[in-house]
């Protein structure tokens, strides 16, 4: 079993910036990838950014130029840079990875961006 656990989410200005952290702990066998995605009230789950450990990573377009994906910690940390907040980006954000070929999810740290 992998647990994920989430920190760094707050309120923020719009234009300002947070940091996310995400670190695996547990029976880890071996984490590729691990990933950050979102949640805003009544809307679905969507992907934010993926990072790998081969240097494969993917951003959504809404954060593309803006959010940073890093991980460190011996691929067991993943971090998430999110500059130039908007709005839009108020969500409660979850980290995830897949090991042994289940897929594990972090309990979520709440980002508020005020206009």
């Known amino acids: 079993q992998v647990q994920l656990v989430e920190s760094g989410g707050g309120l923020v200005q719009a234009g300002g910036s947070l940091r996310l952290s995400c670190t695996a702990s547990?029976?880890?066998?071996?984490?590729?990838?691990m990933g950050w995605y979102r949640q805003a009230p009544g809307k679905r789950r969507d992907l934010v950014a993926t990072?790998?450990?081969?240097?494969?990573?993917n951003y959504a377009d809404s954060v593309l130029g803006r959010f940073t994906i890093s991980m460190v910690n011996a691929q067991k940390t993943v971090l998430l840079q999110m500059n130039n907040l908007k709005p839009e980006d108020t969500a409660v954000y979850y980290c995830?990875?897949?090991?042994?070929?289940?897929?594990?999810w972090g309990q979520g740290t709440q980002v508020t961006v005020s206009s």
């Open positions: 995830n990875t897949i090991d042994r070929g289940v897929l594990f």
């Open positions: 547990g029976n880890i066998f071996r984490i590729n990838t």
């Open positions: 990072v790998s450990t081969d240097g494969r990573i």
